[in-house]
């Protein structure tokens, strides 16, 4: 089992260009989470799903958009990149009290 | 609103025994859980705390008080390996999120 898998790893953009994070699941979890974490702080809710079809607002939605067409996709778009989305993003499942987190995307918008 | 206050850097020398302590404020809560981080790594869980009290997992305790909005995270016969970065999170009053603290980092030093 994968678990939680994040693509890309890694990606450099340049103000106002859009790009779309994926997190893909295999353990059938409901929830699904995109967090974000800048240096030396804790992790941002930034949306979050609770199951196939559903999206919500977390702490700092602005500048985000998020899709779940299917149970085991959760899908983080930026519409228009900003320096200030320099970060590295985490998505994560939850299974009762414990989440289980992807290895990361590192996104540097220049 | 919700609020998280953790120390950001304690340093401990292997073999010895560390705490870490974690207050919150929030409009309501489900639990208390902890998760460490290693650099350039993802969080990965190590215990929730729904109940006042000491849950043992190994080397790794973690104790909550709801009535003084408290917790922490003990770890003893510290090794190299727990040098890492540790979160405290809230589950919050509809217990679908967490909002995290800003983390300890911990250095164990030989």
């Known amino acids: 089992n994968a678990g939680v898998t994040q693509t890309p790893k890694f990606r450099v953009l340049k103000t106002g260009q859009s790009m779309t994070l994926l997190c893909a699941q295999d353990?059938?979890?409901?929830?699904m989470y995109w967090y974000r974490q800048d240096p030396g702080m804790g992790l941002r809710l930034i949306h979050y799903?609770?199951?196939?079809?559903?999206?919500a607002k977390g702490e700092v939605p602005d500048g985000y958009n998020v899709s779940r067409l299917k149970k085991q996709n959760f899908l983080l778009g930026l519409e228009s990149a900003a320096p200030s989305q320099t970060s590295v993003y985490f998505c994560a499942t939850r299974d009762l009290n414990e989440q289980f987190f992807g290895p990361g995307t590192r996104l540097t918008v220049l | 609103g919700q609020s998280l206050e953790q120390p950001s850097e304690v340093t401990a020398v292997e073999g010895a025994i560390v705490q870490i302590n974690c207050t919150y404020q929030t409009s309501g809560f489900y639990g208390l859980s902890w998760y460490q981080q290693h650099d350039g790594g993802a969080p990965t869980f190590l215990s929730y705390?729904?109940?006042?009290g000491l849950e043992e997992t190994g080397r790794f305790s973690s104790f909550l008080s709801r009535s003084d909005s408290y917790g922490y995270l003990l770890l003893q016969e510290l090794q190299m390996k727990d040098s890492a970065s540790y979160f405290c999170a809230v589950r919050d009053s509809y217990g679908q999120n967490f909002v995290f603290g800003p983390g300890t980092r911990l250095s164990v030093l030989p």
């Open positions: 799903s609770v199951g196939e079809g559903t999206t």
């Open positions: 353990m059938n979890h409901e929830y």
């Open positions: 705390n729904a109940l006042d």
